[in-house]
C-alpha cells in the first residue's frame, strides 16, 4: 500500500489542492490525458474506506454520474452520465473518488489513442510518440504520476499496450470477474474493466475491491472460493515469436532468462490456433461492435445532425457526422461478417476458432502455471514516417487478443527502458490466477524508481 | 378447388411486474416517458438483466403449448433500425428458443383439432410512435417489457378456425395469468400468415395479415383474405407476397405498400447475458403453475361433473369463476346446482352490481351457505337474489343476511301444525272440496298457513303436512 | 469487394458513407486478413457464444423505485413535453 499511502492527503487541503492541480496542469500541457480533471465534482466517494481521499482516473468510456461519456467520440461529446459504472460506485464505497476521464481512441477501437475525436494524447516518455491505445489517456495519467491507478478497459489489448507504451502495470482480469455494468460496449463477449498502475500492491488492492459478481451485468462472475494456487514454478512460453522489434526482442530473451535466474523452469508450448488470433478477433470484435455502437442515433442522446429532412436521413448524418472513419470501418466489417450468407464463413468460423484458442490455453495451463509473451511486437512508436498502418497495428493485436478471445486474465509487467521509452511482456494466467500474476509479477522485481519519464514527481505530495 | 393454410403469430404482454430486463415498472397507461431508465432507453453502458417471472411465465406457456422445452435456452440480437426500439436490435431469440415442437388443441364445430406449435419465445416489446405533422413522438413506456411470441405452423384453414384458435389460446392465458388477454389494448395481438393454393400443391405464396385486434377480425379478414387470393388466382395472376391491413371500416384487407428496403436481421447470441438451464426447482415450479387449461377443463365438466354446455362454457370462460365453482364443490355440494347458481344469480348480481367477481366478496364458503340454506328450506329460493344482493354490497355472510332480514322460514313442526290446524279448521269448506277430489284447493290452505305465518313458513313443508293431515 | 455490397451493408448500419472507394480498400485489407481463416480445420469445434458463463441468473421482477425519467428526458436532443421528438417516419 506504500504508492497508494502518499496519496491519501492530495486532496485534504486547499494548499495540497493547489500543488495537485499544479502539477496535472503542467503535465496535461504536454500529455493532455484526461478530457476532464476536476478535483471537486465526485461527490460520491466514502468518506472512510480503505482508499479514503484515494484519487482516480477513469477512461471516459465508464459511466461515472455528471462526468462527460464521451468514449472519445463526436457523437457522445456532449453526453453527461446518469448513472455511475459498477466498478466505479465500488471504489467509490470504498472511499476513491473521480477525479479525471482519460482520453482514448473512439471507443475503444484503436492502439494508439489517436483515434480519439477528442483531444490527442502524448506519451509522457516522448512526446512524439503515441501512448498506445485504447486506453492511452490512463496509461499517460499514471506513468506522468497523475493518478495513482486508472482504470481502463481491455477488449483486445487495451489496457496491456498503452499500459506496455507508457511503463505501467496493465491488468486484464478474467473475463465476468469485474461488472461490465457502465462500460460503454464495444465487444461485449470479449472486454472487461482493467487497472492500471504503477504499483503491482496497487494493482492487486483495486482489483479486489472492483472484482465480483454484478445484478446488473448477468455475464459477470463470481471468484471461486478456493482461489487458483499463488506459486509459480513453470512459465511457458510460445515456440514460435517472429516479427519482434529488436528492443523488444532484447526485451523478452532478458526477461526468459531473468524468469530462468529465479528457479523457474520455462517450458516451450504450441497452440497453433493462435495464428489466427487477429482475424478471429476482429470478426468477433466488429460483429458485436455493428449491433452495439447501433443505438447512436441522435434520437434519445448524443449528437444530433441539423438535418432533419426525414427520420433516415436524420439517424445517418448524425452517425455519419458523429463516427470516425476507423469506427465505420468496424461497423460496416461487423455488420459485414453477420450479413446471411457471410455468417458461417466468418462469424461462426471465427466463434469455433475462438473455441480452439480457448482449448489451447486449457491444454497449456495443464503444463504451466503462467504463459511469458510479448505485449506487442515493437515499443510505443512515433508518429509520422515510420509509423504503423492502422492495418499493421491490428496485425500487431495477437499476444494481447489471445487473453480476451480465451477469457482468460493478463498482466503488462514492465522491463526496463530502450532508447528513451519503456519495454514490457506479458503474463497470462488460468482463469481468476490473477494473484498468481500478481506474486510472480513481485518476484520479477522491476525497478518502478528507475521507470519515470523526465518530469515524473513524487517530491510535491510528500 | 383451393386450399386454404393459416399461419398464426401471436404476441402477449406478459403480466410481469417490472420490464424484461430492467427494473422499470411494466405497468400500462402512465404520462409519455414516466417508467423509462438507462437500460431500457438504450444507454451507453448499461446491460439487460432477465426477469425471472418473465422466464417462468414463458415456460409455462411453452409447457401448456405441449412444447419441447428448452434445456439450455438464450438469447439472439435481431438487427434492425426503427425509431421505436431504443437499441436498434430487439432483444429476441432466434437459435434456442423457451420451447419448440408443440401442439395446442382448439374445438370448431364440436370437433378438436390439433394446431403445432413451430416455437415460442421471449422477446422485449419496442416503444410507441405518434406522428403528427412534420414530426413524430416517441414514447418508451412500453419498450423492453416482455413479449412472448408465439408462432403457429399453417395448419389452421378457415378464418373460423383462427377465431377459434385465438378464443381458445386468450382463454389459456387468462387461466394461466400469464397475459390479460386484451386484444383492443394490444396485450394480445395476432398477425397472421394466409396462403391458398390448388389441393395437393402444398402452400402457395403467403401474405401477412395485421391489425387484427379482436378474435372476429381474424375470422374475417382471413375470409376476405382467402377469397381475394382465391380471386387473384382465378384470374391468372399471382399472390404477391405482401403485408397487409385489415381495414374494419370496409371489410377489406389493403396492401401496406411500405418501401421495400433490405433487411436482414443478422441475428447472433446476445453476449450480455449466459444461457439459462432451468433447474428442477424452476421447472416444477413451472409445471406446478400450469393449471389445468380451459378446454379439459371443459370436457371434464361436460363428462364429469355432467355439466350442461351452456353452464361448462360460461365456468371455463374466466378462471375465477372456474376456481369458485370448484372451490364450492369441494365444500360438498352438487357440482350441477352450483354451476346454475354461477351461472344463473351469481353471475346476474354482479352484472346488476357491475362488480368483478373478485371484489364481490363472494366466496366458495358463502356460496356453499347459500345454496344450503335454500336446499334446507331455510331461505326461500325466491329471497336468494336479495340476499346476493346484500352479500356483494355489504360484504357479510349469507345466514347473517337472513337472519338480519328476518328471512328464514318457520321450520318448527309444532308451530307449523298449529298453523296447519288452524287452517283446517276454519276452512271446513276448502276441506270438503279437497276431500272430495278437488286436490288443488290445497294450495288456498298453504296460502292461509303463510298468511299465518306472515310469509316464514316454508311452503313445501307446508303442503305435506296438509296432506298428511287430510289423509291424502 | 464489390462497392455495392459495401453500400448494402452501409444501409443496414444507417451509415451514410460519402466516399465507399476510399473506404473499400481498408475493408478488402481486412477482410483478405478474415479469409485465413477458411485454412482451419474447424471439424468438431462448437462455437464459442458466451465467454465464462456462469450459473442461471434472473433478476427478481421487482420494481426499481428510483424515476430516472426527468434524468433521461432532459438529455434528449429534441423533445415535445415529454416525448422525444423526430422527423416524422411515415
Redesign the interface.
Known amino acids: 500500500m506504500t504508492l497508494l499511502k502518499s496519496w491519501d492527503r492530495v486532496l485534504a487541503d486547499v494548499q495540497s489542492r493547489t500543488e495537485y492541480q499544479n502539477y496535472v496542469t503542467a503535465w496535461e500541457s504536454k500529455i493532455r490525458s484526461m478530457l476532464t480533471f476536476d478535483l471537486n465534482r465526485d461527490r460520491f466517494g466514502a468518506q472512510d474506506g480503505p482508499l479514503a481521499n484515494i484519487p482516480f482516473a477513469v477512461k471516459d468510456n465508464i459511466a461515472v454520474r455528471d462526468f462527460n461519456l464521451t468514449c472519445g467520440s463526436r457523437i457522445l461529446e456532449n453526453l453527461v452520465s446518469p448513472y455511475t459504472a459498477t466498478a466505479v460506485e465500488r471504489l467509490q464505497a470504498a472511499g476513491a473518488r473521480v477525479v479525471g476521464k482519460t482520453n482514448l481512441d473512439e471507443f475503444g477501437m484503436g492502439s494508439s489513442t489517436d483515434n480519439s475525436a477528442l483531444a490527442q494524447t502524448n506519451n509522457p516518455w516522448n512526446v512524439n510518440a503515441v501512448p498506445g491505445g485504447s486506453s492511452g489517456g490512463s496509461a499517460a495519467a499514471v506513468a506522468a504520476g497523475l493518478v495513482p491507478f486508472a482504470l481502463g478497459s481491455d477488449t483486445g489489448g487495451s489496457v496491456r499496450q498503452p499500459a506496455a507504451f507508457c511503463g505501467c502495470f496493465g491488468l486484464k482480469p478474467t473475463y465476468g470477474t469485474v461488472s461490465r455494468f457502465g462500460l460503454v460496449a464495444y465487444a461485449s463477449s470479449l472486454e472487461v474493466i482493467g487497472v492500471l498502475s504503477r504499483g503491482v500492491d496497487t494493482l492487486e488492492t483495486v482489483y479486489d475491491i472492483i472484482a465480483g459478481r454484478d445484478d446488473r451485468d448477468q455475464s459477470s462472475v463470481a471468484r471461486p472460493q478456493n482461489s487458483p494456487a499463488r506459486g509459480t514454478a513453470r512459465v511457458g512460453i510460445l515456440r514460435q515469436i517472429a516479427e519482434l522489434s529488436p528492443a523488444i526482442d532484447a526485451a523478452y530473451r532478458e526477461t526468459i532468462e531473468k524468469v530462468k535466474s529465479l528457479g523457474v523452469e520455462i517450458v516451450e508450448i504450441d497452440i497453433p490456433a493462435l495464428e489466427y488470433v487477429v482475424p478471429a478477433y476482429y470478426t468477433i470484435a466488429t460483429a458485436e461492435a455493428s449491433a452495439n455502437l447501433a443505438r447512436y442515433t441522435g434520437i434519445r442522446y448524443g449528437h444530433r445532425t441539423s438535418d432533419d429532412s426525414s427520420m433516415e436521413q436524420m439517424v445517418a448524418a448524425s452517425r455519419n457526422e458523429g463516427f470516425g472513419d476507423e469506427v465505420k470501418l468496424r461497423i460496416l466489417l461487423g455488420t459485414y461478417v453477420l450479413r446471411s450468407g457471410f455468417q458461417d464463413q466468418y462469424y461462426i468460423r471465427a466463434q469455433k476458432i475462438r473455441t480452439a484458442i480457448r482449448n489451447g490455453f486449457d491444454a497449456a495451463f495443464g503444463q504451466v502455471d503462467l504463459m511469458l509473451t510479448p505485449v506487442f511486437p515493437t515499443q510505443a512508436f512515433l508518429r509520422g514516417e515510420g509509423e504503423l498502418t492502422p492495418f499493421q497495428q491490428k496485425l500487431a493485436d495477437k499476444f494481447t487478443a489471445a487473453a480476451n478471445l480465451a477469457g482468460i486474465p493478463a498482466l503488462t509487467v514492465p522491463i526496463g527502458v530502450t532508447d528513451g521509452l519503456p519495454t514490457a511482456m506479458q503474463l497470462l494466467a488460468p482463469d481468476f490466477a490473477e494473484h498468481r500474476m500478481f506474486d510472480f509479477a513481485r518476484r520479477m522485481g522491476v525497478d518502478m524508481a528507475a521507470m519515470t519519464p523526465d518530469g515524473f514527481d513524487e517530491g510535491w505530495r510528500k | 378447388m383451393y386450399q386454404s393454410f393459416i399461419g398464426l403469430e401471436i404476441h402477449i404482454h406478459l403480466l ?3 420490464k424484461a430486463f ?4 411494466a405497468e400500462f397507461g402512465a ?8 437500460v431500457c ?15 417462468k411465465m414463458s415456460y409455462m406457456v411453452a409447457k401448456a403449448l405441449n412444447c419441447e422445452l428448452s434445456p439450455k435456452c ?1 438469447f439472439d ?1 435481431k ?1 434492425y ?1 426503427y ?1 421505436d426500439m ?4 430487439q432483444i429476441s431469440q432466434f437459435h434456442d428458443p423457451v420451447g419448440r415442437n408443440g401442439y395446442f388443441d382448439v374445438e370448431v364445430d364440436g370437433e378438436i383439432k390439433r394446431v403445432r406449435i413451430h416455437d415460442v419465445h421471449l422477446e422485449e416489446d419496442a416503444g410507441k ?12 413506456n412500453r419498450a423492453g417489457t416482455s413479449l412472448l411470441e408465439i408462432v403457429t405452423e399453417p395448419d389452421l384453414v378457415t378464418g373460423k378456425d383462427a377465431e377459434a384458435f385465438i378464443r381458445e389460446f386468450r382463454r389459456m392465458v387468462r387461466h394461466l395469468g400469464v397475459c390479460d388477454g386484451n386484444m383492443e389494448e394490444g396485450s394480445l395481438r395476432c398477425d397472421a400468415n394466409v396462403s391458398i393454393n390448388l389441393k395437393g400443391q402444398g402452400l402457395g405464396t403467403k401474405t401477412e395479415v395485421k391489425n387484427l385486434n379482436s378474435a372476429r377480425f381474424v375470422r374475417k379478414a382471413l375470409e376476405y383474405e382467402i377469397k381475394r387470393q382465391g380471386r387473384v388466382l382465378g384470374k391468372g395472376e399471382k399472390v404477391i407476397q405482401e403485408t397487409r391491413l385489415w381495414d374494419s371500416d370496409n371489410n377489406v384487407t389493403a396492401s401496406m405498400r411500405t418501401k421495400e ?4 436481421y ?1 441475428y ?2 446476445e ?9 428442477d426447482a ?1 421447472m416444477s415450479e413451472v409445471v406446478s403453475r400450469v393449471v389445468e387449461l380451459p378446454l379439459v377443463k371443459k370436457q371434464r365438466y361436460l363428462n364429469g361433473l355432467q355439466l350442461s354446455v351452456d353452464a361448462a362454457e360460461f365456468l371455463v370462460e374466466d378462471r375465477l369463476f372456474c376456481d369458485l365453482f370448484e372451490e364450492t364443490c369441494a365444500l360438498g355440494g352438487d357440482a350441477k346446482q352450483i354451476s346454475n347458481w354461477l351461472c344463473g344469480d351469481v353471475q346476474g348480481q354482479l352484472k346488476r352490481a357491475e362488480v368483478a367477481l373478485t371484489d364481490s366478496h363472494i366466496t366458495a364458503a358463502r356460496l356453499n351457505e347459500l345454496v344450503k340454506l335454500v336446499d334446507s328450506g331455510v331461505l326461500q329460493r325466491g329471497k336468494a337474489k336479495e340476499v346476493l344482493e346484500l352479500v356483494i354490497a355489504e360484504d357479510k355472510d349469507p345466514s347473517a343476511v337472513v337472519r338480519e332480514k328476518g328471512f328464514e322460514q318457520v321450520q318448527d313442526d309444532s308451530q307449523l301444525d298449529g298453523w296447519v290446524s288452524e287452517a283446517i279448521d276454519k276452512n271446513p269448506q276448502a276441506v270438503e272440496q279437497i276431500l272430495a277430489g278437488n286436490t288443488k284447493t290445497i294450495s288456498f290452505l298453504v296460502g292461509q298457513v303463510m298468511r299465518f305465518s306472515k310469509g316464514k313458513a316454508d311452503p313445501k313443508k307446508v303442503t305435506d303436512k296438509l296432506s298428511q293431515a287430510l289423509g291424502l | 469487394m464489390n462497392v455495392n455490397e459495401l453500400k448494402t451493408t452501409a444501409q443496414l448500419a444507417m451509415l451514410d458513407i460519402p466516399d465507399p472507394e476510399k473506404l473499400a480498400q481498408a475493408f478488402s485489407e481486412m477482410l483478405d486478413n478474415f479469409s485465413k481463416m477458411m485454412a482451419v480445420d474447424v471439424e468438431g469445434l462448437e462455437p464459442t457464444t458466451h465467454a465464462l458463463a456462469q450459473g442461471n441468473r434472473l433478476r427478481e421482477d421487482v420494481p426499481r423505485g428510483t424515476d430516472e425519467s426527468e434524468a433521461v428526458l432532459d438529455r434528449a436532443p429534441e423533445r415535445e413535453d415529454r416525448f422525444f421528438k423526430i422527423p416524422n417516419v411515415l
Open positions: 410481469t411486474r417490472t430492467c427494473g422499470c415498472t404520462p409519455p416517458n414516466t417508467h423509462v431508465c438507462p432507453l438504450g444507454y451507453p453502458g448499461v446491460l439487460p438483466a432477465v426477469n425471472e417471472e418473465a422466464m438464450y440480437r438487427n433500425f425509431p431504443t437499441k436498434n436490435y410512435m405518434i406522428h403528427s405533422g412534420r414530426t413524430s413522438l416517441l414514447d418508451y428496403k433490405a433487411h436482414d443478422r447472433f447470441p453476449p450480455d447475458m449466459p444461457p439459462f438451464c432451468p433447474d424452476f
